[in-house]
């Protein structure tokens, strides 16, 4: 899992990369800079859960808040939910295609 998370953080501007479960625990996490990431498992979980219950939508859907400061990726899936954040420079692009296909490389770990 750790060489799939090198690969989504080593694009310029991307800060760190998270693997959450539903429930906000952490399940692995690699950042280039000193995040909290309890704070992050916790916002990301409760925010895409209560996404999934007032939207009715089901596990697999990905939302992006972009910032002045900066932004978050985050893709929800039935076992995890795979987090993205960024400095407000990034290729949102190339961050994007890299968190789909860590997303699915995730999956067949797990």
């Given at each position: ?5 090198k ?13 959450i ?21 916790a ?13 009715q939508?089901p ?16 893709m929800?899936?039935?076992e ?7 400095a ?9 295609l ?13």
């Open positions: 899992m750790k060489e799939v998370m690969d989504l953080i080593s694009p310029t501007g991307v800060l760190g990369c998270f693997v479960d539903k429930e906000g625990e952490i399940v692995d996490y690699l950042c280039k800079k000193s995040i909290d990431e309890t704070l992050v498992s916002l990301v979980a409760e925010v895409t859960n209560e996404i999934a219950n007032q939207m939508i596990a697999n859907f990905s939302i992006s808040s972009m910032a002045e400061n900066g932004n978050i990726f985050m929800s899936r039935e995890f939910i795979l987090t993205v954040i960024t407000p420079e990034v290729d949102t692009g190339k961050v994007r890299k968190l789909r296909r860590g997303a699915r490389l995730i999956a067949e770990l797990l």
